[in-house]
């Protein structure tokens, strides 16, 4: 079947601009995850979710980063007023409900702040 | 805490030759789980293995095997007969029970020349 999506692949902004980065996981996978990749931090978790909920958002940097999730679904991770450290690649995962379930990784949105 | 090292950034080997990549973990849970990823050139985590702390047995797949040593808090990655495909930046994660986020450390970037 399908692996998770994200879109856009890529995206480069300007600094001070907002941006929303999409993810859709793999059909039936109830918890959602969100990941950074940057050259200076490595692999970061940033927020997850089950189903609609977020029980922890404890990776996210600053109260300029948000995300929903809609549906049990589709999820859109929101950066405001980029900054230029806000570069990297965003990583979105998903997995079915068990928790010892492993996750299943998209392709990644490489975001650029000029 | 948890902390996951990778002291190994980068490891170059010629194809066939048998390489073990280096993993070790910090927590203060008795129960949890470790992983191995793989991220090709392409940029997609690919999952390789999941091993939760109560099972200490050593795993086979193919050309990889694992070996899982809670005394040392280790849990290694061999590639033997390495091929050029194997090229790519290899991630080991664990993740507690309790918690859903994935904690990754640095990567080791196998190179395998022809």
């Known amino acids: 079947g399908a692996g998770v999506s994200q879109s856009p692949s890529n995206k480069v902004t300007e600094k001070g601009k907002d941006v929303e980065l999409r993810c859709d996981p793999i059909s039936g996978h109830t918890a959602l995850y969100w990941y950074r990749q940057s050259l200076g931090q490595g692999l970061e978790f940033l927020i997850y979710?089950?189903?609609?909920?977020?029980?922890?958002k404890s990776g996210l940097p600053s109260d300029r980063f948000s995300a929903e999730r809609t549906g049990g679904s589709v999820s859109t991770l929101t950066i405001q007023r980029t900054q230029q450290e806000d570069s990297a690649v965003y990583l979105c995962?998903?997995?079915?409900?068990?928790?010892?379930?492993?996750?299943?990784f998209g392709p990644g949105t490489r975001l650029t702040v000029l | 805490a948890q902390k996951v090292t990778q002291a190994q950034t980068e490891i170059s080997v010629v194809e066939k030759e048998d390489v073990t990549l280096d993993c070790v973990y910090e927590?203060?849970?008795?129960?949890?789980?470790l992983f191995w990823y793989k991220q090709p050139p392409s940029g997609e985590l690919v999952f390789l293995i999941r091993?939760?702390?109560?099972?200490?047995q050593n795993e086979i797949s193919g050309r990889y095997s694992w070996n899982f040593q809670k005394s040392t808090s280790s849990f290694n990655f061999t590639i033997t007969a390495s091929q050029v495909v194997d090229s790519a930046v290899y991630f080991c994660?664990?993740?507690?029970?309790?918690?859903?986020?994935?904690?990754f450390g640095t990567g080791t970037r196998l190179l395998v020349s022809p």
């Open positions: 927590t203060r849970d008795t129960t949890y789980y």
């Open positions: 091993r939760n702390s109560f099972d200490e």
């Open positions: 979710f089950q189903g609609n909920s977020a029980p922890d």
């Open positions: 994660a664990l993740r507690n029970t309790g918690f859903q986020k994935l904690v």
């Open positions: 995962a998903s997995s079915e409900m068990l928790a010892d379930n492993e996750q299943f």
